[in-house]
Structure formats: structure tokens, C-alpha cells
């Protein structure tokens, strides 16, 4: 199933992804750090969504108490809450 959420707090604005199979697949980010969000995107390609939350949920960038992995966690708790 495809989701999109819209980010608060970061340079990106808004991450599509995937989850299918029990996995998550096809992470885009609108915006941001181009290579940065790049390289987020294939790390976590294939995990399962607990497994990305794990890993990214808390992280946060710079004096923000967010970032771009943080938000792609929340997206995916969402997403596997509904």
C-alpha cells in the first residue's frame, strides 16, 4: 500500500513510501537534503516498519527536536496503525 505524509519540523516537506509484503519499499522525500535522504531511502529499503522505527524514531537534527529519519518513523507509525 502507498502513503504519503506531510513532514513538520524539517527541510523536506513531505516522504512517499510503500509498505508491501511486510516491508517498507520506494521512500521518497519532497525537499531537503538531496544525498542525505538519498542515502536514508536505500538504508531502510526493506526493513519491516518495526524495524525502521526502531532505527530512526528519536533522532533528531541540528537544535531541532526532529529530522528527516524521525519523521519517516512517524509516517510509518502511522501508517501501521491504520
Not at 36 to 60: A, F, H, M, Q, Y
Request: proline share 1%; hydrophobic share 30%; net charge neutral.
Amino acid at each position: 500500500m502507498k502513503y504519503s505524509y506531510n513532514t513538520t519540523g524539517t527541510c523536506s516537506r513531505k516522504i512517499d513510501f510503500e509498505i508491501d509484503g511486510g516491508v517498507v519499499k520506494n521512500v521518497t522525500f519532497e525537499a531537503g537534503c538531496n544525498g542525505n535522504l538519498k542515502l536514508i531511502s536505500k538504508l531502510v529499503d526493506g526493513l519491516t516498519p518495526e524495524e525502521l522505527i526502531e532505527r530512526c524514531k528519536g533522532i533528531t537534527c541540528g537544535y531541532r527536536d526532529t529530522s528527516c529519519g524521525d519523521q519517516l518513523a512517524r509516517a510509518v507509525g502511522k501508517a501501521i496503525e491504520s
